[in-house]
Nanobody
Framework: QVQLVESGGGLVQAGGSLELSCVVS????????MGWFRQAPGKEREFVAA????????YYADSVKGRFTISKDNAKNTEYLQMNFLKPEDTAVYYC??????????????????WGQGTQVTVSS
């Protein structure tokens, strides 16, 4: 069973930074595309960022473009989301996800096969 474990969430003031990490239990991580999604209270889960299995392709939601950076370290089976210039509207539970079916990259939740449990990010104004 593939497991994804997020860490790095917390409380930060607006304008601050956080780095989220997602460790994947299986070696299949190196051949999987990865992504980050978030869900705020009362809202649907939304796409944040994605990266291809090789790391050569990345894609961001317009709302985070220029502020967030996604990356992956295949040697460590770990995905990262560096979040800078955080805003109160970034407050949400953040989920990492892995796709073995769409290795070149995916932006829709249904394209992902495995999900983490989520980590809370709260940005105060």
């Amino acid at each position: 069973q593939v497991q994804l474990v997020e860490s790095g969430g917390g409380l930060v003031q607006a304008g601050g930074s956080l780095e989220l990490s997602c460790v994947v239990s299986e070696r299949t991580f190196s051949s999987a595309a990865m992504g980050w999604f978030r869900q705020a209270p009362g809202k649907e889960r939304e796409f944040v960022a994605a990266i291809s299995w090789s790391g050569d392709w990345t894609y961001y939601a317009d709302s985070v473009k220029g502020r967030f950076t996604i990356s992956k370290d295949n040697a460590k089976n770990t995905e990262y989301l560096q979040m800078n210039f955080l805003k109160p509207e970034d407050t949400a539970v953040y989920y990492c996800a892995a796709s073995v079916r769409y290795r070149l990259g995916a932006t829709r939740a249904l394209e992902y096969d495995y999900w983490g449990q989520g980590t809370q990010v709260t940005v105060s104004s």
